[in-house]
């Protein structure tokens, strides 16, 4: 694998033009040779860290991502990033429609990725990014855990068990490898059978069907959360329910949660405040934008402490970054190439 940190940026494009012939050709890649080219969970962690901690050091350009709305609850985002220290530039333009399943079978997250050349602007590779959007909130998750978790926990819970709740499941182990039990929960039965089946046979702990929000929120000292992002708050998990020293790490906003949940973490986290207080502005927080602790990326560079003690209740509200996501697609980008994958396009 080429070493980019012992190239000088004309050396990398060198590199990148012996293989594919800048602003005359362009890479694609399908979702299953993304899938398919070998980068592992570990090496993913990694780099959605070191993007975090980039980020929040402001060493990345990476505007809060704009949006669009065609249907009720749906979104499309826009996540351009400009990440120097990777010689990584590209955007991604991904949609969520929560009724995908019941209307045309398919999951909600659809994505694709535009890589670019840093030095020239020209295209470079355009990839299908379903697995980047994947693994890299996956990754968020479990960084955010090792941080801000209490890492001796035995009970985890994962709500929403779709393409999400099957990679957090996946990804937690890394974080908490003493997990004795995993309660999941989804309103669609089948989905609840398919994450057993599907990530049962990797996993150590016991992974067990929740009956209800308040089981999983009396129950788990760690909660994921990866159903849906409503327009205004949803709230399904009432307050009293929470433990002493939980800590709550939401992938899909703070759908799910009562205001006052939010409002009384003893630490309130969000991967860029700048796009919680975009999402403010257009209504997504109707009681206001709760007191931030600080970015997770401050909390996994050390600019501020992660948990203090087993006491402390702690939200992590992780919306997406395009920083997470230009550090894999540039990985992606690179280990194609090497490896010959993919259908080159004259532009
Ligand atoms: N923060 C991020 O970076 C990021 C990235 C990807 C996805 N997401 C969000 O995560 C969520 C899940 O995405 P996905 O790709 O896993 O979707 P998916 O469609 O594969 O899975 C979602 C699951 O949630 C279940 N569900 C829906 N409403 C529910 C409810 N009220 N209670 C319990 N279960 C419910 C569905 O039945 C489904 O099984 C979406 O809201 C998406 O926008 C966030």
């Known amino acids: 694998m080429i070493d980019k940190k012992k ?10 033009n012996s293989k594919l012939t800048i ?20 090496e993913i962690i990694e780099l959605t860290e070191l993007s975090m901690i980039a980020y929040s050091a402001g060493e990345v350009e990476m505007p809060a991502k704009i949006g669009i709305h065609p249907l009720h609850d749906t979104f499309f985002h826009a996540q351009p990033c400009d990440y120097p220290a990777v010689y ?32 020239s602007g020209a295209p470079l590779c355009i990839m299908d990014a379903v697995w980047i959007t994947e693994i890299r909130t996956a990754a968020v998750a479990a960084c955010a855990a090792k941080k801000l978790a209490n890492v001796k926990a035995k009970t985890f819970g994962m ?37 057993i089946e599907r990530q049962q046979p990797n996993t ?48 899909d906003a703070h759908t799910a949660y009562e205001d006052a949940t939010v409002k009384r973490a003893d ?45 402390e209740f702690i939200f992590v509200n992780n919306i997406g970054m395009g920083c997470e996501d230009v550090i894999v697609a540039a990985k992606i980008f690179e280990t194609a190439l090497e490896k010959g994958v993919g259908r080159k396009f004259i532009l």
């Open 159 to 195: 709500v929403g068990c779709g393409v999400q709740g099957n990679a957090q499941v996946m990804m937690m182990q890394y974080a908490l490898p003493e997990l004795e039990e995993i309660y999941i929960l989804d309103n669609y039965e089948p989905a609840m059978d398919a994450l």
């Open 7 to 16: 190239m000088t940026n004309m050396e990398y494009r060198d590199w990148i």
């Open 23 to 42: 602003n005359k050709e362009m890479l694609q890649l399908s979702q299953e040779e993304v899938k398919g080219l070998g980068i592992t969970n570990e």
């Open 267 to 311: 630490k309130y986290l969000l991967d860029s405040i700048a796009q919680h207080e975009l999402l403010a502005g257009i209504g997504y927080y109707p009681d206001g934008l709760p007191k931030v602790y600080g970015e997770t990326g401050e909390a996994l560079g050390g600019m501020k402490p992660g948990r203090e003690n087993d006491d």
């Open 204 to 251: 150590k702990a016991k992974i067990i069907k929740a009956k209800s929000y308040e089981e999983i929120a009396r129950k788990c000292e760690v909660i994921c959360s990866a159903a849906i992002i409503k327009e205004q708050p949803d709230p399904q998990f009432k307050d009293e329910w929470f433990r002493k020293g939980v800590t709550i790490i939401s992938s």
């Open 88 to 119: 990584g530039c590209g955007i991604k333009w991904g949609a969520c429609y929560p009724e995908n399943r019941q209307r045309f079978g398919y999951a909600q997250t659809t994505s694709q990725y535009i890589y670019n050349d840093r030095e």
